[in-house]
């Protein structure tokens, strides 16, 4: 089973991989970067495999560079908010 099945299995996978990024002394800049480049690599990749990736792509497909950006940059809050909780 991939990670990308299950929405709350991606969150946690991304939730791992920023507290590692976090610890290794990635500055917020370089995370965001990060996850922009990701989020692009998925949409142009990676076939949504439930609702929510769905609904992330379509908006992602229709957002110019800098939205792009902030829907990578609302991942991140969202997985920081997950695992402070």
Same mark, same amino acid.
Request: aromatic share 6%.
């Given at each position: 089973?991939?990670?990308?099945?299950?929405?709350?299995? %991606?969150?946690?996978?991304?939730?791992?991989?920023?507290?590692?990024?976090?610890? =290794?002394?990635?500055?917020?800049?370089?995370?965001?970067?990060?996850?922009?480049?990701?989020?692009?690599?998925?949409?142009?990749?990676? =076939?949504?495999?439930?609702?929510?990736?769905?609904?992330?792509?379509?908006? %992602?497909?229709?957002?110019?560079?800098?939205?792009?950006?902030?829907?990578?940059?609302?991942?991140?809050?969202?997985?920081?908010?997950?695992?402070?909780?």
């Amino acid at each position: 089973m991939s990670v990308l099945d299950n929405f709350g299995q %991606w969150k946690n996978f991304l939730s791992d991989r920023l507290q590692h990024a976090e610890h =290794e002394g990635m500055n917020h800049d370089a995370i965001s970067n990060l996850a922009t480049e990701i989020g692009g690599y998925l949409a142009n990749h990676v =076939e949504p495999k439930n609702d929510e990736e769905k609904i992330l792509a379509e908006l %992602w497909k229709v957002a110019d560079d800098n939205e792009k950006h902030a829907i990578a940059n609302m991942m991140v809050k969202l997985v920081q908010n997950d695992s402070s909780h």
